[in-house]
Protein backbone atom coordinates (compact mmCIF):
# COMPACT_ATOMS: atom_id res chain seq x y z
CA UNK A 1 0.00 0.00 0.00
CA UNK A 2 1.45 3.29 -0.98
CA UNK A 3 1.67 5.76 2.15
CA UNK A 4 0.26 9.14 1.59
CA UNK A 5 2.33 10.84 4.14
CA UNK A 6 5.05 11.00 1.36
CA UNK A 7 3.97 14.24 1.12
CA UNK A 8 2.24 13.76 -2.60
CA UNK A 9 1.55 17.54 -1.98
CA UNK A 10 4.88 18.82 -2.61
CA UNK A 11 4.98 16.59 -6.16
CA UNK A 12 2.75 18.64 -7.42
CA UNK A 13 2.85 22.56 -7.68
CA UNK A 14 2.53 23.92 -4.25
CA UNK A 15 4.53 27.67 -4.48
CA UNK A 16 3.75 28.46 -0.71
CA UNK A 17 5.08 26.69 2.31
CA UNK A 18 1.83 25.89 4.41
CA UNK A 19 3.87 24.31 7.26
CA UNK A 20 2.52 26.22 10.44
CA UNK A 21 3.68 25.65 13.97
CA UNK A 22 1.34 23.55 15.63
CA UNK A 23 1.20 25.81 19.14
CA UNK A 24 0.01 28.52 16.79
CA UNK A 25 -2.69 26.64 15.00
CA UNK A 26 -4.05 25.77 18.36
CA UNK A 27 -3.87 29.20 19.43
CA UNK A 28 -5.47 30.89 16.27
CA UNK A 29 -8.35 28.52 16.42
CA UNK A 30 -9.09 29.27 20.27
CA UNK A 31 -8.82 32.53 19.53
CA UNK A 32 -11.12 32.36 16.64
CA UNK A 33 -13.71 30.45 18.23
CA UNK A 34 -13.59 31.48 22.02
CA UNK A 35 -16.52 33.48 21.69
CA UNK A 36 -18.43 32.54 18.27
CA UNK A 37 -18.55 28.74 19.57
CA UNK A 38 -21.75 30.17 21.95
CA UNK A 39 -23.94 31.48 19.13
CA UNK A 40 -21.81 28.79 15.96
CA UNK A 41 -24.64 26.55 15.31
CA UNK A 42 -26.98 29.25 14.73
CA UNK A 43 -25.36 31.31 12.49
CA UNK A 44 -23.48 28.66 10.09
CA UNK A 45 -26.48 26.86 9.44
CA UNK A 46 -27.58 30.09 6.52
CA UNK A 47 -24.38 29.31 4.61
CA UNK A 48 -22.66 26.32 5.92
CA UNK A 49 -24.85 24.66 2.74
CA UNK A 50 -24.47 21.31 1.99
CA UNK A 51 -23.29 19.40 5.63
CA UNK A 52 -26.60 17.49 5.23
CA UNK A 53 -26.24 16.04 1.65
CA UNK A 54 -23.17 14.78 2.54
CA UNK A 55 -24.30 13.20 5.48
CA UNK A 56 -27.20 11.73 4.00
CA UNK A 57 -24.70 10.33 1.31
CA UNK A 58 -21.99 8.67 4.00
CA UNK A 59 -21.78 5.48 3.97
CA UNK A 60 -21.82 4.03 6.77
CA UNK A 61 -22.54 0.21 8.82
CA UNK A 62 -23.35 -1.20 11.90
CA UNK A 63 -19.49 -1.42 13.79
CA UNK A 64 -17.91 1.29 11.68
CA UNK A 65 -15.44 3.99 12.57
CA UNK A 66 -16.13 6.93 11.49
CA UNK A 67 -13.97 10.86 11.63
CA UNK A 68 -14.88 14.24 11.18
CA UNK A 69 -11.75 16.45 10.66
CA UNK A 70 -12.09 19.92 12.24
CA UNK A 71 -15.44 18.63 13.84
CA UNK A 72 -16.11 22.37 15.72
CA UNK A 73 -19.17 21.97 17.84
CA UNK A 74 -20.25 18.48 16.62
CA UNK A 75 -23.26 20.10 14.84
CA UNK A 76 -22.65 16.88 12.34
CA UNK A 77 -21.36 13.97 14.37
CA UNK A 78 -24.31 14.44 16.51
CA UNK A 79 -27.25 13.85 13.50
CA UNK A 80 -24.82 11.15 12.53
CA UNK A 81 -24.23 9.45 15.95
CA UNK A 82 -28.24 9.72 16.30
CA UNK A 83 -28.69 8.14 12.80
CA UNK A 84 -26.24 5.20 12.95
CA UNK A 85 -26.50 3.66 16.55
CA UNK A 86 -24.26 0.86 15.78
CA UNK A 87 -21.21 2.80 14.23
CA UNK A 88 -18.66 4.94 16.62
CA UNK A 89 -18.01 8.27 15.57
CA UNK A 90 -14.76 10.35 16.35
CA UNK A 91 -14.25 14.40 15.85
CA UNK A 92 -11.11 15.79 16.12
CA UNK A 93 -9.98 19.80 16.33
CA UNK A 94 -7.58 21.99 16.75
CA UNK A 95 -9.70 24.39 19.09
CA UNK A 96 -10.32 22.91 22.88
CA UNK A 97 -13.03 25.72 22.87
CA UNK A 98 -15.22 24.19 20.40
CA UNK A 99 -14.69 20.98 21.70
CA UNK A 100 -16.10 21.92 25.27
CA UNK A 101 -18.87 22.85 23.28
CA UNK A 102 -19.14 19.64 21.66
CA UNK A 103 -18.68 17.69 24.99
CA UNK A 104 -21.78 19.60 26.30
CA UNK A 105 -24.27 19.08 23.38
CA UNK A 106 -23.12 15.54 23.56
CA UNK A 107 -23.73 14.52 26.72
CA UNK A 108 -27.11 16.73 26.92
CA UNK A 109 -27.80 14.12 24.16
CA UNK A 110 -27.00 11.51 25.71
CA UNK A 111 -25.02 9.74 23.22
CA UNK A 112 -22.17 7.87 23.98
CA UNK A 113 -21.02 6.64 20.14
CA UNK A 114 -19.07 10.07 19.79
CA UNK A 115 -15.38 10.46 21.27
CA UNK A 116 -13.89 13.54 21.10
CA UNK A 117 -9.99 14.91 20.65
CA UNK A 118 -7.55 18.16 20.51
CA UNK A 119 -5.36 17.45 17.65
CA UNK A 120 -4.21 19.02 14.29
CA UNK A 121 -5.56 17.37 11.02
CA UNK A 122 -2.19 17.17 9.53
CA UNK A 123 -0.74 15.52 12.59
CA UNK A 124 -3.60 13.12 13.91
CA UNK A 125 -2.88 9.25 13.75
CA UNK A 126 -5.76 6.22 14.25
CA UNK A 127 -3.60 4.80 17.06
CA UNK A 128 -1.55 7.37 18.70
CA UNK A 129 -4.88 10.23 18.93
CA UNK A 130 -7.53 7.68 19.30
CA UNK A 131 -6.28 4.57 20.34
CA UNK A 132 -7.50 2.45 17.83
CA UNK A 133 -6.16 -0.77 16.47
CA UNK A 134 -7.70 -0.26 12.60
CA UNK A 135 -7.92 2.83 10.45
CA UNK A 136 -11.56 4.32 10.15
CA UNK A 137 -13.80 3.33 7.76
CA UNK A 138 -15.33 6.36 6.55
CA UNK A 139 -13.25 10.35 7.10
CA UNK A 140 -14.67 13.66 6.28
CA UNK A 141 -13.73 17.50 6.36
CA UNK A 142 -16.80 20.07 6.54
CA UNK A 143 -15.99 23.09 5.95
CA UNK A 144 -12.22 22.73 7.46
CA UNK A 145 -10.75 22.30 4.45
CA UNK A 146 -10.84 26.31 3.52
CA UNK A 147 -9.82 27.24 7.18
CA UNK A 148 -7.07 25.06 7.12
CA UNK A 149 -3.66 26.24 6.10
CA UNK A 150 -1.95 22.47 5.54
CA UNK A 151 -4.98 21.15 3.60
CA UNK A 152 -3.17 19.57 1.36
CA UNK A 153 -0.58 17.26 4.13
CA UNK A 154 -4.68 17.15 5.87
CA UNK A 155 -5.96 15.62 3.26
CA UNK A 156 -2.97 13.29 3.15
CA UNK A 157 -2.94 11.78 6.66
CA UNK A 158 -6.91 11.08 6.67
CA UNK A 159 -6.19 9.24 3.45
CA UNK A 160 -3.18 7.61 5.50
CA UNK A 161 -5.67 7.14 8.32
CA UNK A 162 -8.53 5.20 6.23
CA UNK A 163 -9.13 1.30 5.20
CA UNK A 164 -8.40 0.71 1.65
CA UNK A 165 -11.46 1.02 -0.24
CA UNK A 166 -13.38 3.17 2.18
CA UNK A 167 -14.27 7.29 1.20
CA UNK A 168 -12.88 10.68 2.45
CA UNK A 169 -15.66 13.38 2.06
CA UNK A 170 -15.21 17.13 1.74
CA UNK A 171 -17.93 19.26 1.95
CA UNK A 172 -17.05 23.29 1.12
CA UNK A 173 -17.52 26.29 -0.54
CA UNK A 174 -16.84 25.86 -4.24
CA UNK A 175 -15.94 28.35 -6.65
CA UNK A 176 -19.75 30.18 -6.91
CA UNK A 177 -19.36 30.43 -10.99
CA UNK A 178 -22.76 30.10 -11.51
CA UNK A 179 -23.94 32.81 -8.97
CA UNK A 180 -23.94 36.64 -9.56
CA UNK A 181 -20.44 38.31 -9.45
CA UNK A 182 -21.91 40.73 -6.52
CA UNK A 183 -22.97 37.58 -4.55
CA UNK A 184 -19.62 36.30 -5.13
CA UNK A 185 -17.64 39.45 -3.54
CA UNK A 186 -20.00 40.00 -1.25
CA UNK A 187 -19.50 36.18 0.12
CA UNK A 188 -15.18 36.51 -0.43
CA UNK A 189 -15.20 39.56 1.86
CA UNK A 190 -17.61 37.77 4.85
CA UNK A 191 -15.02 35.00 4.59
CA UNK A 192 -12.14 36.98 4.52
CA UNK A 193 -12.79 37.25 8.59
CA UNK A 194 -12.43 33.89 9.45
CA UNK A 195 -9.33 33.45 7.25
CA UNK A 196 -11.87 30.95 5.12
CA UNK A 197 -10.73 30.90 1.03
CA UNK A 198 -12.67 28.43 -1.04
CA UNK A 199 -8.63 27.01 -1.97
CA UNK A 200 -8.78 26.84 -5.74
CA UNK A 201 -6.56 23.93 -5.55
CA UNK A 202 -8.30 21.63 -4.06
CA UNK A 203 -9.89 20.01 -7.47
CA UNK A 204 -6.78 19.51 -9.00
CA UNK A 205 -5.18 18.45 -5.99
CA UNK A 206 -7.42 15.34 -5.57
CA UNK A 207 -7.74 14.72 -9.04
CA UNK A 208 -3.68 14.61 -9.10
CA UNK A 209 -4.36 12.10 -6.48
CA UNK A 210 -6.22 9.65 -8.54
CA UNK A 211 -4.09 10.01 -11.35
CA UNK A 212 -1.32 8.70 -9.43
CA UNK A 213 -3.32 5.98 -8.61
CA UNK A 214 -4.23 6.62 -4.75
CA UNK A 215 -7.94 6.11 -5.92
CA UNK A 216 -11.47 7.25 -7.46
CA UNK A 217 -12.89 10.72 -7.23
CA UNK A 218 -16.53 12.26 -7.58
CA UNK A 219 -17.07 15.54 -7.28
CA UNK A 220 -20.91 16.96 -6.88
CA UNK A 221 -21.41 20.79 -7.18
CA UNK A 222 -23.95 21.94 -5.24
CA UNK A 223 -26.93 24.88 -5.40
CA UNK A 224 -25.34 26.64 -8.45
CA UNK A 225 -21.31 25.68 -7.46
CA UNK A 226 -22.05 27.65 -4.03
CA UNK A 227 -20.37 24.30 -2.33
CA UNK A 228 -19.44 20.99 -3.41
CA UNK A 229 -19.15 17.70 -2.06
CA UNK A 230 -16.13 15.35 -2.60
CA UNK A 231 -15.97 11.71 -2.26
CA UNK A 232 -12.21 10.00 -2.83
CA UNK A 233 -12.76 6.18 -2.64
CA UNK A 234 -9.30 4.67 -1.40
CA UNK A 235 -7.90 2.46 -3.67
CA UNK A 236 -7.28 -0.81 -2.83
C1 LIG B 1 -15.78 26.29 9.88
S1 LIG B 1 -15.52 25.21 11.25
C2 LIG B 1 -16.47 23.78 10.73
C3 LIG B 1 -16.97 22.96 11.90
C4 LIG B 1 -17.78 21.71 11.53
N1 LIG B 1 -17.04 20.82 10.71
C5 LIG B 1 -19.09 22.07 10.86
O1 LIG B 1 -19.36 21.63 9.75
O2 LIG B 1 -19.89 22.78 11.52
C6 LIG B 1 -13.85 24.68 11.03
C7 LIG B 1 -13.28 23.93 12.21
O3 LIG B 1 -11.97 23.47 11.83
C8 LIG B 1 -11.12 23.58 12.98
N2 LIG B 1 -9.72 23.64 12.54
C9 LIG B 1 -9.07 24.67 11.96
N3 LIG B 1 -7.78 24.34 11.71
C10 LIG B 1 -7.61 23.05 12.13
C11 LIG B 1 -6.51 22.14 12.12
N4 LIG B 1 -5.33 22.49 11.63
N5 LIG B 1 -6.71 20.90 12.63
C12 LIG B 1 -7.92 20.54 13.13
N6 LIG B 1 -8.99 21.37 13.17
C13 LIG B 1 -8.86 22.60 12.66
C14 LIG B 1 -11.60 24.86 13.66
O4 LIG B 1 -11.18 24.94 15.01
C15 LIG B 1 -13.11 24.77 13.47
O5 LIG B 1 -13.74 24.15 14.55
Request: proline share 3%.
Amino acid sequence: MRKFNKRHSEEIQNPKSTIQNPDDAFEKMDKMYRHQRYFYDLTRKYYLLGRDRLIKEMKISDGDNVLEIGCGTARNLIILAKKHRGAHFFGLDASAEMLKTAQRKIDAKHLENITLKTALADEFSYDETFDLTGKFDACFFSYAVSIIPPWKESIENALDNLKAGKSLYIVDFYDQRSLPVWFQKTLKGWLKQFHVKYPKELIPFLASLERNGFGKLKITPLYKRYSLLAEFRKAI
